[in-house]
């Protein structure tokens, strides 16, 4: 079992920037693929970003490329993800997840959730 606890969410005016944290506890962190989505209010639960185990292979969403970062430290067993630039339409509960598949943009193929943070982000 693994356990996910995001946070860093808060309000922000447009343009500004956040930083998210992801922290997990559970089985072995360094080994598994970290990714975040986000869901927005009657929308689907959307990728955006997610980094292999290494941290060497990055994958973003089109919309935030060049905007977001992700990140992670596997000594903290924690991944970031850094939001900057931030855009009204960037407002939703973001989540963290996790999976052992090798799989990055596929949200059914993530193992364990967190509880989401909210983010929002005012024109």
């Known amino acids: 079992q693994v356990h996910l606890v995001e946070s860093g969410g808060g309000l922000v005016q447009a343009g500004g920037s956040l930083r998210l944290s992801c922290a997990a506890s559970?089985?072995?962190?360094?080994?598994?693929?970290m990714g975040w989505f986000r869901q927005a209010p009657g929308k689907e639960r959307e990728f955006v970003a997610a980094?292999?185990?290494?941290?060497?292979?990055?994958y973003y969403a089109g919309s935030v490329k060049g905007r977001f970062t992700i990140s992670r430290d596997n000594a903290k067993n924690t991944v970031y993800l850094q939001m900057n630039s931030l855009k009204p339409e960037d407002t939703a509960v973001y989540y963290c997840?996790?999976?052992?598949?090798?799989?990055?943009?596929?949200?059914?193929?993530?193992?364990?959730w967190g509880q989401g943070t909210q983010v929002t982000v005012s024109s």
């Open positions: 559970g089985r072995t962190f360094s080994s598994y693929v």
């Open positions: 980094i292999s185990w290494s941290g060497g292979t990055t």
């Open positions: 997840a996790i999976n052992s598949r090798y799989q990055y943009r596929d949200k059914d193929k993530y193992d364990y």
